[in-house]
């Protein structure tokens, strides 16, 4: 058959380059390696040449065969080291593919997602449109229905009218007859109408309730997928609880302490060891205790809740322990990035806190009773008042809801700080706006550069957000309270 004629047989197809992957290692034998070898099996071939009488001839031929080597192996090499390179090049090409569409898909299912919950948002809004328009409708049939009864009731009074003058005019008796039957009939259809869309109203309330409910579960599906499976408290629940916390203090405070007056506090009364530690909690005491009575126990408690509570690794543990953990998480930071510490200790806390309330008991219990007693102690000191069961008590669930709320702090994926100035008596702090807030209601434009006085309850910062990522981020979740100096 002619060379140039047309094969009946299909052309065959090149098969993917993933196939054609060489088992053995893509990395040839490099040149002068084997180079080597020929070069050294030329010279024994001529020495041994030499021994039999014919070595001029057979080293003639070893030379034009050491000749013919020299010049096709580094063209071999060549062309294996350039198909290896192509395999290599083809295989990283199809897992930058490979990566691309992942990305894309990845992409897909978020524009999915975000398109799903945009297109709940929109429908929780038209049927509030909706129900919005049932009420309005409601409101116009129901005086519509108002003002028919009124006419139905005016109409009724003019036919008792007209009843007693029927001698009168028969003809018109009937029309209003007939006009009172109409207006019966619209009555009825208008209360028809009324019921029909009442039972409507109550559908679409049900449907938007039941979408409020659907709506929620997916913002809490929302905080917990994604972040290791622990939902992470936002900050307006850690505000929430702050703000408890300092209320159930100031209330504690006024309920124990509204009858110790100010002339009883005696200064001097106190020994060497309870003067140094107050001393030490408040330096200003002295003057802070005989004029502001109620914000010197709040700053005495808030002093000693920080020192004892909040700024502990995690309250219960015990020290050794918590040391070792604080190593731990130092260690670690010098092999991962700042956002898997943060999970690290985020799911490690998370687990101590869930045990914390049954294993942690007594070294909570502990805690609870030396910050009980040492606070008894530092009032017994400085004021007439004397401990009661009751106010121990009280202080008892005060300093627990410290302690909880102190763990889950200590267990978010961010950092959070609690922020407490301490006041020396050799220096002036200052009122920062963005930081405090006064408790003694004054405008915050009149409190510039005004000198602090006392702070009454520490503030809140966060580093970094939900996910533990972003840890330069700062945010003042709840501010500092103190009390300025008047002018």
């Given at each position: 058959?002619?060379?140039?004629?047309?094969s009946?047989?299909?052309?065959?197809?090149?098969?993917?380059?993933?196939?054609r992957?060489?088992?053995k290692?893509p990395?040839?034998t490099?040149?002068?390696?084997?180079?080597?070898?020929?070069?050294?099996?030329?010279?024994?071939?001529?020495?041994?040449?030499?021994?039999?009488g014919?070595?001029l001839s057979?080293h003639?031929?070893n030379?034009?065969?050491?000749?013919?080597?020299?010049d096709?192996?580094?063209?071999?090499?060549?062309?294996?080291?350039?198909?290896?390179?192509?395999?290599?090049?083809?295989?990283?090409t199809?897992k930058?593919?490979?990566?691309?569409?992942?990305?894309?898909e990845?992409?897909?299912?978020?524009?999915?997602?975000?398109?799903?919950?945009?297109?709940l948002?929109?429908?929780?809004?038209?049927?509030?449109?909706?129900?919005t328009?049932?009420?309005?409708?409601?409101?116009?049939?129901?005086?519509?229905?108002?003002?028919?009864?009124?006419?139905?009731?005016?109409?009724?009074?003019?036919?008792?009218?007209?009843?007693?003058?029927?001698?009168?005019?028969?003809?018109?008796?009937?029309?209003?007859k007939?006009?009172?039957?109409g207006l019966?009939?619209?009555?009825?259809?208008?209360?028809?109408?009324?019921?029909?869309?009442?039972?409507?109203?109550?559908?679409?309330?049900?449907?938007v309730?039941?979408l409020r409910?659907?709506?929620?579960?997916?913002?809490?599906?929302?905080?917990?997928?994604?972040r290791?499976g622990?939902?992470?408290?936002?900050?307006?629940?850690?505000?929430?609880?702050?703000?408890?916390?300092?209320?159930?203090?100031?209330?504690?405070?006024?309920?124990?302490?509204?009858?110790?007056k100010?002339?009883?506090?005696?200064?001097?009364k106190?020994?060497?060891?309870?003067?140094?530690?107050?001393?030490?909690?408040?330096?200003?005491?002295e003057?802070?205790?005989?004029?502001s009575k109620?914000?010197?126990i709040?700053?005495?408690v808030?002093?000693?809740l920080?020192?004892?509570?909040?700024?502990?690794y995690?309250v219960?543990?015990?020290?050794?322990?918590?040391?070792?953990?604080?190593?731990?998480?130092?260690?670690?930071?010098?092999?991962g990035?700042?956002e898997?510490?943060?999970?690290?200790?985020?799911t490690t806390?998370?687990?101590?806190?869930?045990?914390a309330?049954?294993?942690?008991?007594?070294?909570?219990?502990?805690?609870?009773?030396?910050?009980?007693?040492?606070?008894?102690?530092?009032?017994?000191?400085?004021?007439?008042?004397q401990?009661?069961?009751?106010?121990?008590s009280?202080?008892?669930?005060?300093?627990?809801?410290?302690?909880?709320?102190?763990?889950?702090l200590?267990?978010?994926?961010?950092?959070?700080?609690?922020?407490?100035p301490?006041?020396?008596e050799?220096?002036r702090?200052?009122?920062?706006?963005?930081?405090?807030?006064?408790?003694?209601?004054?405008?915050?434009?009149?409190?510039?550069l005004?000198?602090?006085?006392?702070?009454?309850?520490?503030g809140v910062?966060?580093?970094?957000?939900?996910?533990?990522?972003?840890?330069?981020?700062?945010?003042?979740?709840?501010?500092?309270?103190?009390?300025?100096?008047?002018?």
């Amino acid at each position: 058959m002619n060379s140039t004629s047309t094969s009946t047989h299909p052309e065959k197809k090149p098969r993917p380059l993933q196939h054609r992957v060489p088992a053995k290692s893509p990395i040839a034998t490099p040149p002068r390696a084997a180079l080597g070898r020929s070069r050294e099996h030329a010279d024994n071939a001529s020495i041994k040449s030499c021994a039999t009488g014919d070595g001029l001839s057979i080293h003639t031929q070893n030379g034009s065969a050491l000749e013919e080597m020299e010049d096709s192996a580094p063209s071999t090499i060549s062309e294996k080291q350039e198909k290896d390179r192509e395999k290599d090049k083809a295989i990283k090409t199809e897992k930058r593919d490979r990566i691309a569409s992942l990305e894309r898909e990845l992409e897909t299912m978020a524009n999915g997602f975000e398109k799903e919950l945009t297109l709940l948002s929109h429908k929780l809004t038209n049927e509030r449109e909706s129900s919005t328009f049932w009420q309005q409708k409601h409101t116009s049939l129901h005086q519509t229905y108002i003002e028919t009864d009124t006419a139905l009731r005016l109409l009724r009074s003019e036919g008792s009218a007209l009843k007693e003058r029927e001698n009168q005019s028969r003809e018109r008796d009937s029309e209003i007859k007939m006009r009172v039957e109409g207006l019966v009939v619209d009555r009825d259809a208008f209360r028809e109408a009324y019921e029909d869309a009442m039972e409507e109203v109550g559908e679409k309330e049900e449907l938007v309730s039941m979408l409020r409910n659907q709506v929620r579960g997916l913002k809490s599906w929302v905080s917990k997928g994604g972040r290791g499976g622990e939902e992470q408290v936002s900050d307006e629940s850690v505000g929430e609880g702050w703000g408890r916390l300092s209320n159930g203090l100031q209330n504690w405070v006024i309920v124990n302490f509204r009858r110790v007056k100010v002339g009883n506090v005696d200064i001097n009364k106190p020994n060497l060891a309870e003067k140094e530690e107050l001393l030490r909690l408040l330096p200003n005491y002295e003057t802070l205790a005989s004029t502001s009575k109620i914000h010197f126990i709040q700053s005495l408690v808030s002093r000693l809740l920080v020192d004892n509570i909040f700024t502990s690794y995690f309250v219960g543990i015990p020290p050794d322990r918590a040391e070792e953990l604080k190593k731990m998480e130092s260690f670690l930071r010098d092999y991962g990035p700042e956002e898997s510490i943060n999970q690290w200790r985020s799911t490690t806390l998370s687990l101590l806190r869930k045990s914390a309330p049954a294993l942690l008991a007594p070294q909570t219990n502990a805690l609870i009773a030396t910050i009980t007693t040492k606070l008894n102690d530092l009032l017994s000191s400085v004021s007439d008042s004397q401990p009661s069961e009751s106010r121990d008590s009280s202080l008892r669930t005060l300093l627990i809801s410290a302690i909880e709320l102190s763990r889950l702090l200590r267990s978010q994926k961010a950092v959070f700080s609690v922020n407490m100035p301490v006041l020396e008596e050799h220096q002036r702090t200052m009122f920062e706006s963005g930081e405090m807030e006064d408790v003694g209601g004054e405008d915050e434009e009149e409190l510039i550069l005004r000198e602090i006085r006392c702070v009454v309850f520490p503030g809140v910062v966060k580093w970094g957000d939900e996910c533990g990522e972003k840890g330069w981020l700062r945010n003042v979740v709840v501010k500092v309270k103190v009390l300025c100096l008047m002018d």
